[in-house]
């Protein structure tokens, strides 16, 4: 993906389960970090509510790259981290 004209990235989530990072990395799951973010965790009653859109910046770029989104929390075990409806790279 081309990452020259994204400043951001919008996620869509729900904090259902033990919270965690969300890493944007370049070239590899244990490349360079682009973007990072930090999902607090939480339970759900109802999974068709309660989810909500959050920002990360991500770092400057170009060019054509090969993009790993690494999901994080060393704590959490086999836990389910969060839940994530979609993912949006926004322009500048």
């Known amino acids: 993906i081309d990452l020259t004209n994204v400043s951001r990235l919008k996620y869509r989530i729900q904090s259902n389960g033990a919270g965690g ?3 944007l990395r370049v070239g590899s799951i244990d490349g360079p970090v682009l973007s990072k973010i930090s999902i607090a965790g939480g339970e ?3 999974l068709k509510t309660q989810w909500r859109e959050v920002e990360a910046a991500v770092t400057t ?3 054509i790259k090969d993009l ?3 999901f994080t929390n ?3 075990g086999a836990k ?3 839940n994530i409806d979609w993912i949006y790279f926004a322009h500048k």
């Open 68 to 70: 790993y989104f690494v």
């Open 80 to 82: 389910n981290l969060f």
């Open 74 to 76: 060393p704590n959490a």
């Open 21 to 23: 990072d969300i890493e």
């Open 61 to 63: 770029t170009s060019g």
């Open 44 to 46: 759900v009653k109802d």
